[in-house]
């Protein structure tokens, strides 16, 4: 399996403090069916700044270490970015990274509000040749509430990235909910962990990939699983076209 967003760099954001958590992270994932990984350190997020060039860097080392440990898992670089204006200047000049230095980028938005502009700079990024990636759409106020705001995104080019963890009971209801009919209105385009730690935030990838298979069936997982493989290598995802999410209608397929 690959995991386009992780927390496991140690020591620069909200995920594993120290090298010996990030190895157990990686052993953690290794365990799991997990072959390839992109981390994605927070950035520009009110909390944390994580240079482009900083992630390489540390990416580069931590693969070693990994290798030294005999974990056999490859760490690829990226960033987890806080939305904000300069993101595109941020990007050309590589302050900000894409996946792997792939067309994609993963974008988080607040848990509440989403931005005026972002319409606008979606459609910049995409001139620019970039795809912007929505990350855990499903904590988003707004989202919920108006959904058809996430639907214009998606129909007009930006992808969206459920969290996997979504699929278990550990998810509040609503919020797992509306990831629900994400994935049944054709609007998550990948499934990833968000792990940060061994824990509470640890992958459930494999869970939640076979909770889709039985539900959605083994098409729609291979479409997951496919779409995870071709942004790391930047290819097209393969997408079908969006449907309306009617509020307040919940299907409980899972």
Not at 131 to 146: A, D, G, S
Not at 189 to 211: E, G, M, V
Not at 228 to 252: H, M, S, W, Y
Request: glycine letters at 4%; charged letters at 25%; one cysteine or more.
């Amino acid at each position: 399996m690959i995991d386009i967003h992780t927390h496991i760099l140690p020591g620069i954001d909200d995920g594993p403090k120290t090298m010996e958590d990030s190895i157990a992270l990686a052993k953690q994932a290794e365990a799991e069916g997990i072959h390839t990984m992109v981390a994605t350190p927070h950035h520009q997020n009110g909390a944390f700044t994580n240079n482009g060039e900083d992630i390489r860097a540390l990416v580069h080392y931590f693969n070693q270490v990994l290798k030294d440990n005999n974990v056999d898992l490859t760490v690829l670089s990226g960033q987890e970015i806080r939305m904000y204006g300069e993101l595109l200047d941020d990007l050309n000049q590589g302050t900000a990274i894409s996946v792997n230095d792939s067309r994609y980028v993963l974008v988080e938005l607040s848990s509440v509000q989403v931005p005026r502009y972002t319409s606008q700079l979606f459609y910049d990024m995409q001139i620019n040749g970039y795809v912007p990636v929505i990350v855990h759409p499903e904590r988003n106020q707004t989202f919920k509430e108006k959904p058809e705001e996430l639907y214009q995104l998606v129909k007009n080019g930006a992808l969206t990235q459920v969290t996997a963890h979504c699929f278990t009971n550990r998810m509040n209801k609503k919020t797992r909910q509306f990831a629900e009919q994400l994935v049944t209105h054709n609007m998550a385009h990948i499934i990833s962990s968000d792990a940060h730690n061994t824990d509470k935030r640890t992958f459930d990838l494999a869970f939640a990939y076979h909770r889709i298979e039985k539900k959605l069936g083994f098409d729609y997982l291979y479409i997951l699983k496919e779409n995870a493989e071709r942004i790391i290598t930047n290819q097209n995802v393969i997408i079908d076209p969006p449907e309306r999410i009617k509020k307040k209608k919940f299907l409980g397929m899972f």
